[in-house]
């Protein structure tokens, strides 16, 4: 039994109770958020793992085909040919609100109109596994930016659902039972504060009765 | 607001990655790499790709970022193959937030 270090008066009693209605409420709402957050949380791991073995995939065929181009072309000839690109990408974040965790959603941009304006180099001196590989890669980007999405939206969910969950175990476990525990202490205490001045105030009463009119108690009772 | 994105491994493996617009930097050392990450990182990458094999070269550095909002750093397969690396991110990820790898590929 776990009883907090405070005075056993009635109004640490009353703090006590609205305490651990707090504690009650917030530990629910905290397992609520939990339980939602996994449910989320597995969806989103599964389709992760689906995403990042199709990326991987691809992503192995683009390379066999980078690797016979830087094979087929000499280094110097595979540099100028992607030395300057044509395409610029960047992303807009946006967040995205899940049960209070932040996941990022990245929304592609080109500096070109055309997304499929990818070749930065002229083909006459260049392997047609080099235009593959190209082609691949550029193919598989929006794959990889909705990995690269997802994954980090588990890894966050990850963190959030781990720290939700000490909380709930921590409110569940250790608060509320101290309160608990503490509140039936104080009760307990101040009842029998009540007792002993119950029994006092008998005694009071008997020996003022005995000394005023000499009355004597048939039962005995507090003559001892 | 508008970021870029990076991909950080050997020439092999992210050269093909510049065709299509992202700012790709070679980097081989553990100390290379660990100080490619930092600057990306401060310079508001919100993706950053990394090969898998330079990945495990500079995994205290990523653990840095695992938890934080950005940037995501991504472990992709180089030229050399699939060494496993990024699937063991995902479980790592599950084994957090349920306590075992209830995912697990059997």
Do not use: W
């Amino acid at each position: 039994m776990a009883v907090m270090n405070i005075n056993p008066t009635r109004m640490e009693l009353n703090n006590l109770k609205k305490k651990l209605v707090t504690a009650r409420r917030g530990h629910k709402l905290l397992k609520d958020k939990c339980d939602e957050l996994m449910r989320q949380f597995m969806s989103l791991v599964k389709e992760n793992k689906d995403l990042r073995r199709t990326v991987e995939q691809k992503l192995k065929e683009a390379n066999q085909h980078m690797a016979l181009a830087g094979s087929v072309m000499s280094d110097e000839e595979l540099n100028t040919a992607l030395m300057v690109p044509m395409q610029q990408m960047t992303v807009d974040v946006k967040e995205k609100n899940v049960m209070s965790v932040k996941i990022p959603k990245f929304d592609i941009k080109y500096r070109t109109s055309d997304e499929s304006d990818i070749y930065p180099y002229g083909f006459a001196y260049t392997s047609g596994d080099l235009d593959i590989a190209v082609k691949d890669f550029s193919d598989i980007l929006r794959d990889m930016m909705k990995l690269a999405e997802i994954e980090k939206s588990c890894q966050l969910m990850a963190s959030e659902i781990e720290s939700t969950r000490r909380r709930v175990n921590a409110l569940e476990y250790t608060m509320i039972p101290q309160y608990e525990d503490t509140i039936r202490y104080i009760t307990m205490k101040l009842d029998e504060n009540e007792r002993s001045s119950t029994t006092r105030l008998m005694k009071v009463k008997d020996m003022m009765l005995s000394e005023k009119h000499n009355y004597d108690d048939p039962s005995g009772f507090m003559q001892s | 607001m508008s970021s870029k994105v990076g991909a950080i491994g050997d020439k092999d493996s992210v050269f093909g990655f510049k065709s299509i617009g992202l700012d790709v930097v070679f980097a081989n050392t553990p100390e290379e790499i660990q100080k490619t990450i930092r600057e990306m990182a401060d310079d508001d990458y919100a993706v950053i790709f990394i090969t898998e094999k330079a990945a495990s070269l500079a995994e205290s550095e990523i653990d840095k970022y695992r938890f934080k909002p950005s940037p995501a750093i991504i472990p992709i397969p180089g030229i050399t193959g699939n060494t496993g690396e990024g699937m063991k991110n995902v479980s790592l990820s599950v084994e957090k937030a349920v306590g075992s790898d209830i995912l697990k590929d059997k």
